[in-house]
């Protein structure tokens, strides 16, 4: 791994990160049929054919499951895919009344800002510049939090045209997780280069200009 590379907040942090998400609270009251319903509300919050069917089918399994906030994730993210921000805002205010201490609340929150000029600026804040440590309040974590919070850093970044620190929080990512392949990183990786392809092919032409 090049340290040089790698975002600066990142070099005075360690956390463990597992594979195995059966220590988290919420994993711990999982069952055969409450991981079949999480498979099933997320099938529905991907399905762009099933029009108001398919938040009625995960508010449904947010009845019949109020204990795990999953379920208002893929009812965010529905409703988010869609471009209904305020639908989207009011289940992250449902979500963190209900699961104050639940690690995607801020996430939610971080990506219905990212499009916002005026909420933007608001995100380091929020995510406790980009300390995971002091954002979660723990130091062991499960991948996919890991993976969601820093992908979600290198974004915001890449919003921010600062596509070092963007480039860094991909790397690590590319260099230290366990699925170094997920399709989340190599798409965010896809974007990452064709911004540095864009800005070397631009002071390319500045110089030409100069000459």
């Known amino acids: 791994m090049n340290w040089k590379r790698i975002p600066k907040v990142l070099h005075n942090i360690t956390f463990e990160v597992s594979g195995d998400p059966d ?19 997320s099938e529905a919050m991907r399905d762009k054919s099933a029009g108001n069917t398919a938040a009625q089918s995960i508010r449904q399994f947010i009845r019949q499951y109020p204990r ?5 994730n893929h009812l965010f993210t529905y409703y988010y895919l869609r471009g209904e921000t305020v639908a ?5 205010d449902e979500c963190l009344q209900a699961h104050p201490d639940y690690f995607y609340n801020g996430i939610m929150q971080a990506t219905l800002w990212m499009r916002s000029d005026t909420d ?14 002091a954002y979660a309040g723990r130091n062991k974590f499960v991948e996919h939090e890991v993976r969601g919070y820093y992908l ?10 600062q596509v070092d620190q963007a480039d860094g929080f991909v790397y690590f990512l590319e260099a230290a997780s366990p699925e170094p392949d997920h399709p989340n990183i190599g798409a965010l990786r896809k974007k990452v280069t064709e911004v ?5 092919k631009a002071r390319g032409y500045w110089v030409k200009k100069d000459k």
Do not use: C, D
């Open 88 to 92: 989207a805002q009011q289940v992250i």
């Open 23 to 41: 220590w988290t609270p919420y994993h711990l009251m999982f069952t055969p049929v409450v991981e079949k319903a999480i498979e099933e509300s």
């Open 68 to 72: 795990f906030p999953m379920f208002k």
């Open 152 to 161: 979600l850093a290198a974004e915001y970044y890449l919003w921010t045209m």
């Open 120 to 133: 933007r600026p608001k995100l380091p804040v929020l995510m406790r510049g980009w300390n995971i440590i």
């Open 196 to 200: 540095q392809k864009l800005m070397q």
